[in-house]
């Protein structure tokens, strides 16, 4: 089976597109620093795929470290490199911890299996776009002024990836572009694990929801859209992860060359109120919000057009919002009765 490194495996979006490497009939092998996941994460792989897949714990920006396991796991088919900081508002507390961590992790991997003919899919972000002049927003939309430095670390670490190309190189790479990734597995032994206070909507809601939370906070209801709140392209984690299984395919074939991008989204743009919504129809629960004033930073609408990721990577999402929503639920209620 081919060998795939997933970097930042044990995380949110990592831990499920390890899930579905092996639906596929890939090998995966787990890199993971641990900063911000949980060693735990492993037994609950191994509740739904039957197995504990290898885990390194190591820190990539640990140059002989990084060296040392592509040294050991040389025969490595593939790399899904999802290993960053991605805290929007602490990039802007701490810009260096996060031009430090991200492009360090980043160029220490692409050094250590330099050479070796590797199919490379990077974990990208819609927030290259901020506010779109166009909606919704193709991949050759112009990338705007990022809005936070960890915005900038993807929009550089594109670039990085797009001039390693032009100079020629072993690597075939992929930036997925994801919108705002939710829910969790069908199972609920995997999800979301935000930090303390949750800075995303879903896990606010859900935390919320079974009480962690007094109430929710909707960032301002006075923008130009229909109800006022902001919209966003809201997609299942596991559609999520399932397109970075399409991306290794489409590098296996001979014509696929170099350096493509994608956009990793439903297509369609949710409000904040929708969502809301769509938490309280779905799951049968009442949730207690409230209108704030709007949050810094916040873009007012963008969702993705996803006809590219259709026709050549040959993928599409297949879950709707409710869904989302009630994975999310059954994983916070499944934490509170089972903490990790
Ligand atoms: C969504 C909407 C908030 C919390 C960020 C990153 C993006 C990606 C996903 C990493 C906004 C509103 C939120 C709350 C609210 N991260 N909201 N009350 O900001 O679109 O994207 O996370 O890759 O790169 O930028 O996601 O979930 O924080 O916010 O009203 O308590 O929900 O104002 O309109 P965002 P989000």
Redesign the pocket.
């Known amino acids: 089976m081919a060998k795939i490194l997933v970097t930042g495996g044990l995380g949110f979006i990592g831990s499920h597109t390890v899930v579905e490497l092996i639906n596929s009939g890939y090998e995966p092998i787990i890199v993971d620093d641990l900063s911000n996941s949980d060693p735990k994460i492993l037994d609950q792989l191994a509740k739904i795929i039957g197995y504990k897949p290898p885990f390194y714990k190591l820190d990539l920006c640990d140059e002989q470290g990084v060296a040392e396991l592509a040294k050991k796991e040389a025969d490595v088919a593939g790399i899904i490199h999802f290993a960053a900081f991605?805290a929007?508002g602490e990039s802007v507390q701490h810009p260096i911890k996060y031009y430090r961590n991200n492009f360090y992790s980043l160029i220490n991997m692409l050094n250590g299996y330099n050479g070796k003919p590797v199919n490379f899919v990077f974990s990208s972000?819609c927030?290259v776009y901020g506010q779109p002049d166009k909606l919704p927003v193709t991949e050759d939309a112009p990338v705007k002024p990022a809005e936070s430095p960890?915005?900038n670390t993807k929009q550089i670490a594109e670039e990085i990836l797009i001039d390693m190309q032009k100079a020629g190189s072993s690597y075939k790479v992929i930036s997925l572009r994801?919108f705002?990734p939710v829910g969790a597995h069908g199972t609920a032994l995997i999800g979301e694990l935000p930090n303390g206070v949750p800075?995303?909507?879903?896990p606010?809601i859900t935390q919320t929801a079974i009480g962690k939370r007094e109430k929710?906070?909707?960032?301002?209801d006075d923008y130009n859209t229909p109800d006022g709140s902001?919209i966003?392209d809201y997609i299942h984690v596991v559609d999520l992860a399932k397109a970075h299984v399409a991306a290794l395919k489409l590098m296996e074939t001979e014509e696929f060359k170099g350096y493509d991008m994608f956009n990793i989204g439903t297509g369609t743009g949710s409000s904040?109120l929708q969502v809301i919504k769509a938490f309280e129809q779905s799951t049968g629960e009442k949730l207690n919000y409230q209108i704030g004033p709007r949050?810094e930073g916040?873009v007012e609408q963008v969702w993705g057009d996803v006809t590219k990721s259709k026709n050549v990577l040959k993928w599409q999402t297949e879950l709707d919002l409710d869904v989302m929503m009630q994975s999310a639920w059954e994983w916070e209620k499944y934490i509170a009765q089972n903490p990790l």
């Open positions: 991605k929007v972000s927030t960890y915005g994801y705002n800075q995303n909507l879903v606010f929710i906070t909707v960032f301002g902001c966003r904040v949050r916040d």
